[in-house]
């Protein structure tokens, strides 16, 4: 095989459009002397995985995809290296692309036009690792949560981590400015006005917010805001970043706090994330409704998602639809005639616009449908 990539849902997702996708999530948890079941159940998903290709994509060879599948059937290392609870298999028979997952489902097979992803969506949604900006009013700091550890974030010299060093020494507001001229500092003083001061704020805000939204482009992880509630309201007025989440978040101010103690902060919402996320979502589609920015209808949900107009997919878990997204006009005549499931393409298109995907359970939809879909305008 040509290449492998471990974990990485960004690199898959910028070359989503290069399939024909086979995906294969395959239970490894490790079990004595099991190495040969796990190879038989394997190779049976392949040959599924080959009937569906036929099926689905008669014109495509399935050969390359074959050969990289077959080399994994008969790789040692890769059986004792992944083992489990479950791994995903991604493959256009060009690369390779492994998953290990947390929280084993359900063995399956699915061969789409784009890579069928959303397991390992509900497995990172499950485990809900988050990216945590610590907002005072003259200073930011980035943490991460991922499998239980929670750390602070080395962040770059250009990172706008003070308002000083963000804005420079010369600002509007404050009782006492300085510049550097010809003949060394020169201080002048005045009284600090209060408009001058949030000027200053909002500025420097809102160069935290484009540092932020590009480093949460990267990580596609939750990002929770924690602040002072007047902090964190000047933030979410210059705020565009979709990651942000609007219902999760620690009104205490990070100053002067360990990490041991942030980390003991961000527990209740975490509690709340697992216990409320279906309630958190469908009060927030019922809002969306309200304004006429929602839509139930997987079909209608085509064009705001080639266009990025989707904030938010909620998707039932295990949810199929046949149909497919157009791959240049928005027009589609006989969507339910394409071998695709639509569900997987919304997916992977409204992660691509930097929208949100959420998998709740499907007796929690509020309707009969497989998707919701809450709109940006």
């Known amino acids: 095989m040509e290449t492998m990539v471990k974990n990485d849902l960004n690199q898959l997702m910028q070359q989503r459009e290069a399939g024909p996708y086979i995906a294969i999530y395959l239970n490894t948890a490790v079990v004595l002397n099991d190495l040969n079941r796990r190879r038989l159940q394997f190779k049976q998903l392949v040959n599924e995985a080959e009937t569906q290709m036929a099926h689905h994509f008669p014109k495509t060879d399935f050969t390359p995809y074959a050969t990289q599948l077959e080399q994994l059937i008969n790789d040692n290392a890769f059986w004792l290296q992944h083992t489990g609870p479950q791994t995903g298999i ?9 998953f290990d997952l947390q929280y084993p489902t359900d063995n399956q097979v699915s061969v789409n036009s784009m890579p069928a992803i959303r397991p390992v969506l509900a497995d990172r949604q499950h485990q809900f690792d988050f990216d945590l900006l610590a907002l005072n009013e003259d200073s930011m700091a980035l ?9 602070e974030l080395d962040l770059p010299s250009e990172a706008p981590r003070t308002l000083t060093e963000a804005l420079g020494t010369e600002k509007r507001g404050g009782d006492l400015n300085y510049n550097a001229g010809p003949h060394g500092i020169n201080y002048h003083g005045h009284n600090a006005k209060a408009e001058e001061r949030d000027i200053d704020q909002r500025n420097y805000y809102l160069q935290v917010a484009q540092y932020v939204q590009s480093h949460s482009q990267k990580t596609q992880r939750p990002l929770i805001l924690m602040g002072l509630p007047h902090n964190q309201a000047v933030f979410r007025a210059v705020n565009k970043n979709p990651y942000l989440s609007q219902h999760l978040m620690v009104d205490k101010s990070p100053k002067n706090l360990t990490v ?8 209740p919402v975490q509690t709340k994330w697992h216990t409320q996320l279906a309630d958190i979502l469908l009060e927030r589609y019922d809002q969306a409704k309200s ?11 085509i064009k705001p998602a080639l266009s990025g107009r989707i904030d938010t997919l909620i998707v039932a878990a295990d949810a199929n639809v046949a149909g497919t997204l157009p791959t240049a006009d928005v027009q589609l005549d006989d969507p339910i005639a394409a071998p695709d ?19 709740i359970p499907a007796d929690r939809m509020p309707v009969e449908t497989a998707a919701l879909a809450i709109m940006r305008y």
Not at 90 to 98: D, F, K, P, V
């Open 143 to 151: 943490y991460a949560q991922r499998d239980g550890s929670f750390v």
């Open 90 to 98: 991604i493959t256009n028979s060009r690369e390779l692309h492994i």
């Open 260 to 267: 041991g103690a942030m980390q003991t902060a961000t527990e």
């Open 341 to 359: 499931n639509l569900i997987d393409d919304l997916v992977d298109v409204v992660m691509a616009m930097n929208g949100q995907i959420r998998i």
């Open 291 to 301: 304004r006429q920015l929602a839509l139930a209808d997987p079909f209608d949900m």
